[in-house]
Nanobody
Framework: QVQLVESGGGLVQAGGSLRLSCAAS????????VGWFRQVSGNEREFVAA????????YYADSVKGRFTISRDNAKMTVHLQMNSLKPEDTAVYYC????????????????WGQGTQVTVSS
């Protein structure tokens, strides 16, 4: 069982930055890939970024590539999403999620989810 808690969301102007954190509890955290997803009310959950259990491999949606960076600290059981050059279209609730094994862009492949944190980017 893995529990996840996101933090770091908030209101920021376009062009600004935010750093989201995902704190995990449970054993063998380094065996779990972690993904960040976002969702706007009424829309499907959208893949943002993912990182392998070791942290050696990262994956990004085209819409955030070059602006967002995912990283993890397995000793602290934490994953971060650094978001720079934010745009109004980045506004959404951001979720972190974990799955055993390899990273995947499909939300349905992830077994454990956090409660989400709101990110609002004003124009």
């Amino acid at each position: 069982q893995v529990q996840l808690v996101e933090s770091g969301g908030g209101l920021v102007q376009a062009g600004g930055s935010l750093r989201l954190s995902c704190a995990a509890s449970g054993r063998t955290f380094s065996s779990y890939a972690v993904g960040w997803f976002r969702q706007v009310s009424g829309n499907e959950r959208e893949f943002v970024a993912a990182i392998s259990g070791s942290g050696s491999s990262t994956y990004y949606a085209d819409s955030v590539k070059g602006r967002f960076t995912i990283s993890r600290d397995n000793a602290k059981m934490t994953v971060h999403l650094q978001m720079n050059s934010l745009k109004p279209e980045d506004t959404a609730v951001y979720y972190c999620a974990t799955k055993w094994g390899l990273s995947d862009p499909l939300p349905r492949k992830y077994a454990y989810w956090g409660q989400g944190t709101q990110v609002t980017v004003s124009s």
